[in-house]
């Protein structure tokens, strides 16, 4: 396994160099070094907790947008500023596709709405 910092831009830092506060540092299992389903597994369970931790972030940040709009909610998506976030993850993570990416973004973007309006 071997550890990557990415921030927000898609660039990669060296572990160990000085990082910001509120960095969160992910181990990235590379594939190739996973034998067996136990490790399969926790690599697995290591990234979903990552990914967790990530959406959660989101939603807080997502939550900050929709006070800043003048129409906020479901109301106040924007079609053509979902279509850049596809696009902008169909480059990070081409193997997934466009089409399964708008779909998974659909849902992330509508739970953070959903989590929004219950605060």
């Known amino acids: 396994m071997h550890e990557k910092v990415i921030d927000a831009s898609g660039a990669e830092h060296v572990p160990g160099a000085e990082h910001a506060a509120g960095e969160m540092r992910v181990r990235l ?10 490790e399969a597994r926790a690599a697995i369970d290591g990234l979903d907790a990552a990914l967790a931790t990530l ?7 997502a939550a900050v947008v929709q006070g800043l709009k003048p129409v906020g909610g479901f109301a106040g998506r924007s ?13 990070r993570a081409p193997s997934l596709g466009p089409e399964h990416l708008a779909r998974i973004m659909n849902a992330v973007i509508e739970a953070g709405l959903a989590a929004a309006e219950r605060r």
């Open 29 to 38: 299992p590379s594939a190739a070094d996973i034998t067996t389903l136990a």
């Open 79 to 91: 079609p053509e500023r979902e279509r850049q976030i596809v696009e902008a993850m169909a480059e």
């Open 55 to 61: 959406l959660e972030h989101r939603a807080a940040v």
